[in-house]
Nanobody
Framework: VQLQASGGGLVQPGGSLRLSCAASGSISLINPMGWYRQAPGKQRESVATITSGGGTDYADSVKGRFAISRDNAKNTVDLQMNSLKPEDTAVYYC???????????????WGQGTEVTVSS
């Protein structure tokens, strides 16, 4: 399973960005999908998660500003980030817990990371 993330960049405080991630491979099921982030000098933290049924969970720091969505048919997950703050600056990683064809157990897979910088 490969995850390809895109959409990072430089944005001013208060601005918006949309991250996208597509999973490919011999995938039978993905549950859940989501995004983590790692700021310089900090540990990686969960940002948002979405189940195959559409259930979502967000870090307290992004609630009301970020929205996660997914397309089960396309194996994609998006993260709409609004009202961005300098403290949102980080490398964002998408992930997917996927069951592949011929496997009995699902495993976590990670994308390569996309950098988000919020600065004036």
């Amino acid at each position: 399973v490969q995850l390809q993330a895109s959409g990072g960049g430089l944005v001013q405080p208060g601005g918006s960005l949309r991250l996208s991630c597509a999973a490919s491979g011999s995938i039978s099921l993905i549950n859940p999908m989501g995004w983590y982030r790692q700021a310089p000098g900090k540990q990686r933290e969960s940002v948002a998660t979405i189940t195959s049924g559409g259930g979502t969970d967000y870090a307290d720091s992004v609630k009301g500003r970020f929205a996660i969505s997914r397309d089960n048919a396309k194996n994609t997950v998006d993260l709409q980030m609004n009202s961005l703050k300098p403290e949102d600056t980080a490398v964002y990683y998408c992930y997917a817990v996927a069951l592949t064809s011929g496997s009995y157990f699902a495993k976590p897979y990670w994308g390569q990371g996309t950098e988000v910088t919020v600065s004036s």
